[in-house]
């Protein structure tokens, strides 16, 4: 079966601060910025389901919604393992949380192929794993054709909208971890990323929690999104350099603030890598690359 897949993105070597989108963007958009907060207000999308279809090439399944936009991977052979480079660094919140006490709340709002949710359910023997996914056909697919368990006492995936989760009042302060991938069948921008919406995420984390999103650099959405979740996380946030894919992940945190050294930093990921297999160690000097003022310690 040929594989459609988002046409590829060169790498640019850059410094993308948070911070810089921030202020860069911040003229342009004040006047479009929606004054009410009252999240009430929010403007709600209904459900348009595209058709849940795969692919596979070279030992990889991908999950498509009707289009040829990727929106998930999974190894053939290493099904619990992480495919995608981006949702590699979607796991990079284990630079700064430890998901080995009890109680660790880790939720994915968007399932995709669900390597995500497999990964910190087998990974992390201790902690609690939900997903969030409004789709049901995406749930069907993820239990029939990536291998995702069925639920128990630690695993849990609902089928609800992101956006109900984390207006929730028992949402409020419950969750560690939180990891955002919602994109529509066209995957350009969030279907959801208003200021509101952020702000309800950084409500849903406890103090210290962490938040990773999927954002699309190569697209409009970008810029408008990073102005929106710096100031719903008080412009605590740092961002990967975009991959080859077009996908930059940006962190958003909670709670203290956090003021390490690199080298502390690069010895947690050494820890990590060994106990995960991820390439943390890259994370590291990615993240020191691509956030500006940040050079000789990391202070966010």
Not at 113 to 132: E, G, N
């Amino acid at each position: 079966m040929t594989l459609l897949k988002r046409k590829s993105i060169e790498a640019v070597a850059s410094r993308r601060p948070a911070r810089e989108h921030r202020d860069a963007s911040r003229g342009n958009l004040n006047a479009r910025q929606d004054s009410r907060q009252d999240p009430r207000h929010e403007a709600r999308m209904k459900p348009r389901f595209a058709p849940v279809t795969f692919s596979e090439m070279d030992g990889v399944r991908y999950l498509h919604f009707g289009t040829e936009w990727v929106q998930g991977a999974m190894r053939l052979r290493k099904p619990d393992a992480i495919e995608l480079e981006y949702a590699q660094q979607m796991m990079a919140w284990l630079l700064f949380q430890s998901p080995s006490v009890d109680d660790f709340h880790v939720v994915q709002l968007g399932l995709g192929a669900a390597a995500l949710t497999k990964f910190c359910y087998r990974q992390f023997a201790r902690a609690k794993v939900t997903a969030v996914e409004l789709n049901p056909a995406v749930i069907v697919a993820g239990r029939s054709m990536f291998g995702l368990r069925e639920d128990d006492a630690r695993l849990t995936v609902r089928e609800q909208d992101a956006w109900d989760f984390v207006m929730d009042s028992a949402s409020t302060a419950a969750v560690d971890t939180l990891q955002v991938d919602l994109y529509d069948a066209t995957a350009r921008g969030p279907v959801l990323d208003t200021t509101a919406f952020y702000r309800a995420c950084r409500r849903v984390l406890k103090t210290p929690g962490v938040m990773t999103i999927n954002l699309f650099g190569d697209h409009e959405s970008f810029p408008k999104n990073i102005v929106r979740i710096c100031d719903a996380f008080d412009n605590r946030v740092l961002v990967f350099p975009e991959v080859h894919d077009g996908n930059i992940i940006a962190m958003a945190f909670n709670g203290p603030a956090i003021d390490v050294s690199w080298e502390t930093l690069e010895a947690r990921a050494d820890v990590v890598e060994a106990a995960t297999n991820l390439p943390a160690r890259d994370w590291v000097k990615k993240l020191r690359a691509a956030n500006a003022n940040q050079e000789e310690r990391l202070v966010i």
